[in-house]
């Protein structure tokens, strides 16, 4: 399994993002594959069809699991409450920026037709 995390080149004008790739690390694996469940019942509990959703938040998952792997002062807390946080943040930023596009050609549409 890889992870995404973006990355912030400085010392560029405009500040580009690339994309760096950061496999995960044996432990995170495991611990990816033990608490794999959650993604499931997170998108059961959003009511989110798995087949359409599933490809959207699996990065953000792996991505909680790097972050709780990673930082010891979030292992005081449960991981579903970690990865409730970074999976409710990702499904709301992709429905904003699915609905802004879909509003967005609705007024193109509704100009187009006056």
């Known amino acids: 399994m ?3 995390r973006w990355k912030k080149e400085h010392g560029e004008e405009d500040k580009k993002r690339i994309i760096q790739i950061v496999p995960l690390t ?3 694996k495991r611990f990816a594959e ?8 997170f998108m059961r509990s ?15 998952y792996l991505n909680a699991v ?3 792997c990673s930082r010891p002062e979030l292992q005081i807390y449960p991981f579903s409450a970690v990865a409730k946080k ?18 967005c050609l609705m007024v193109v549409l509704s100009l187009l037709i006056i």
Not at 34 to 41: A, F, K, N, W
Request: glycine share 0%.
């Open 86 to 103: 970074v999976l409710s943040c990702a499904y709301h930023h992709y429905w904003k920026s699915t609905m802004h596009r879909r509003i």
């Open 34 to 41: 033990e608490h794999h469940d959650y993604i499931y019942q």
């Open 26 to 28: 044996e432990e995170e």
């Open 2 to 4: 890889r992870q995404l």
């Open 66 to 68: 790097k972050k709780y």
């Open 46 to 60: 959003y009511r989110l069809a798995v087949s359409e959703w599933y490809d959207i938040l699996i990065i953000p």
